[in-house]
Nanobody, 127 residues
Framework: QVQLEESGGGLVQTGGSLRLSCAAS????????MGWFRQAPGKEREFVAA????????NYANSVKGRFTIARDNAKNTMYLELKRLKVEDTAIYYCAARQSSNTLAIYRGVAEFGSWGQGTQVTVSS
């Protein structure tokens, strides 16, 4: 089972940028499809972005498309989420998630599809 730890959250003004990281420990990181999710107070956890094990396939929620970029470095066992042009409504706890998959181009978007989760990192966007 892969262990995940997020970092890089913080307080930023509207229009600002942040870079989140998700460090994974465990065997064969490239065999895990990865995702970023977020949860705002009083709301359900929602999909943000996903990337396949090889990094060759990516998918984004409509609300972040064109502003956020997901990437991974399998040599460093790390996934990233670049957040740009941040809005107040992006404020949430951001979680990374992993799901083992032999298909290195598989993408998953559902919370229930991921078996491993990090503890989250807070992103707060002020107006």
């Amino acid at each position: 089972q892969v262990q995940l730890e997020e970092s890089g959250g913080g307080l930023v003004q509207t229009g600002g940028s942040l870079r989140l990281s998700c460090a994974a420990s465990g065997p064969t990181f490239s065999l895990y499809a990865m995702g970023w999710f977020r949860q705002a107070p009083g709301k359900e956890r929602e999909f943000v972005a996903a990337i396949s094990g090889s990094g060759g396939a990516k998918n984004y929620a409509n609300s972040v498309k064109g502003r956020f970029t997901i990437a991974r470095d399998n040599a460093k066992n790390t996934m990233y989420l670049e957040l740009k042009r941040l809005k107040v409504e992006d404020t949430a706890i951001y979680y990374c998630a992993a799901r083992q998959s032999s298909n290195t181009l598989a993408i998953y978007r559902g919370v229930a599809e991921f078996g491993s989760w990090g503890q989250g990192t807070q992103v707060t966007v002020s107006s």
